[in-house]
């Protein structure tokens, strides 16, 4: 993983940790320390935000690798649909890289993910992973 990153560990031991050109150069405990968007050490630091495993549901669903975008997230749907305990309406719906004909799918509650994105708002950031 190389280039500059901020990531953010939210749940039960919250952290985060700053890589530079791919290599760790700080990581802390608690929210607390969280630097500030001015503090940036990068325009191109991308921000990225990691949620408790223990909410996320990972299926794997065939979808081959030779869909569109469109299509594959369309079919990545159609398959979370079949999958999901819960209505696919109340749910957020990642969509990992092809695996040859597979591909990751990984599921959690809107309302959890929606508190998860308000509380990195309250931090001053906007996660784009």
Same mark, same amino acid.
């Given at each position: 993983m190389n280039g500059n990153f901020l990531i953010v560990f939210l749940g039960e031991e919250p952290g985060w940790m700053r890589l530079?050109?791919? %290599?760790?150069?700080?990581?802390?405990?608690?929210?607390a320390s969280l630097?500030? #968007?001015? *503090?940036?050490?990068?325009?191109?630091?991308?921000c990225v935000l990691v949620v408790p495993g223990a909410d996320v549901a990972i299926h794997w669903a065939d979808?081959?690798?030779?869909?569109?975008?469109?299509?594959? %997230?369309?079919?990545s749907r159609i398959?979370?649909?079949?999958?999901?305990?819960? #209505?696919? *309406?109340?749910?957020?719906?990642?969509i990992g890289g092809a695996q040859g004909e597979q591909r990751c799918l990984a599921l959690v509650s809107r309302t959890k993910m929606d508190a998860?994105?308000?509380?990195?708002?309250?931090?001053g950031l906007d996660?784009?992973?």
């Open positions: 530079v050109d791919g %290599r760790p150069v700080v990581r802390q405990s608690g929210l630097p500030s #968007p001015e *503090d940036e050490v990068e325009d191109s630091e991308t979808i081959p690798d030779t869909l569109t975008g469109a299509q594959a %997230r369309t079919a398959a979370a649909d079949d999958i999901s305990a819960e #209505p696919l *309406d109340t749910q957020h719906l990642a998860w994105l308000a509380d990195a708002a309250d931090h996660p784009a992973i």
